[in-house]
């Protein structure tokens, strides 16, 4: 015989997740969640409730913390625009221990690729992608004042999005994980001229690296002659490429994805 399907109130299916009643409810009403009224009180079941968060489990963290759930909660409040509920999400997270690092890239990035993917199969509009972009952006913004990292500072890091390149959220992904590891990020934003690169580069101290955010409007050409601009002026500053760029120049270094471009920072941080 089948158990019968529990019931939760949406004040105990926030409790239950963590968040805010409110943010439950835009759930319900945008169809995210499936609710039934009972007695004139929304209900919702405890298996739909634990089916809204799964999503393909982000890789587990340091502390071995799969943030795999929150990720799948924050897609589903960057869906229906709930900028509060994303924020009580991320702050949820801080909540139990995870760090910037963790959530950008165990929380934030899944999240906004399966907005990307949804997007591009047809399944949102131009304006929900662009609505998810901009509350996480603004996420980024309240973390800039959580506390930082303590002990010296590791110098800086130029972040640019070359010329023609106008995604410039990694970039401000970028930035924010760049700070949580001590350095100072400077980040010039997209669709940055090779000469303003150049002239930000030598006019920033104690320069350790550039950073080349590109997604997918960046041609290997451009990437070319910004790496030939800037070692023409600073020979020896490393350049790291954002993507796998197979021909690129033997000084210039390709990262895949935000976890390598850590790494190779941690080395140029440690031969300072």
Not at 75 to 100: E, Y
Request: proline share 6%; charged share 20%.
């Amino acid at each position: 015989m089948n158990s019968p399907t529990k019931m939760l109130s949406l004040n105990e299916a926030a409790e239950h997740l963590g968040l805010h009643y409110m943010t439950v409810y835009k759930y319900v009403r945008s169809g995210k969640l499936v609710g039934h009224k009972n007695g004139g009180s929304w209900e919702v079941s405890l298996a739909d409730l634990d089916s809204l968060s799964q999503i393909e489990p982000a890789p587990a963290g340091r502390g071995h913390r799969s943030l795999g759930k929150k990720s799948g909660l924050f897609l589903q409040a960057l869906l229906t625009g709930d900028q509060p509920g994303s924020w009580s999400i991320v702050q949820g997270a801080f909540d139990v221990g995870a760090s910037v690092e963790d959530v950008i890239c165990e929380v934030v990035v899944p999240a906004l690729r399966a907005v990307g993917d949804q997007w591009a199969h047809g399944r949102l509009e131009v304006y929900e992608e662009h609505r998810a972009s901009s509350i996480v952006l603004s996420i980024l913004g309240r973390m800039q004042g959580l506390p930082q990292r303590r002990g010296r500072k590791r110098g800086s890091v130029l972040i640019a999005c070359p010329p023609l390149e106008t995604h410039g959220l990694p970039a401000a992904m970028c930035a924010e994980l760049v700070r949580s590891r001590g350095f100072s990020p400077i980040n010039l934003g997209a669709d940055t001229p090779v000469d303003t690169i150049v002239k930000a580069a030598l006019s920033t101290n104690e320069l350790v690296a550039i950073v080349l955010s590109t997604v997918s409007s960046t041609s290997e050409k451009t990437l070319i002659e910004v790496v030939k601009a800037v070692h023409g002026s600073l020979p020896t500053t490393p350049v790291m490429i954002g993507g796998v760029w197979p021909d690129l120049p033997d000084n210039v270094v390709s990262i895949n994805g935000f976890p390598s471009m850590l790494n190779q920072l941690e080395l140029l941080g440690e031969s300072q």
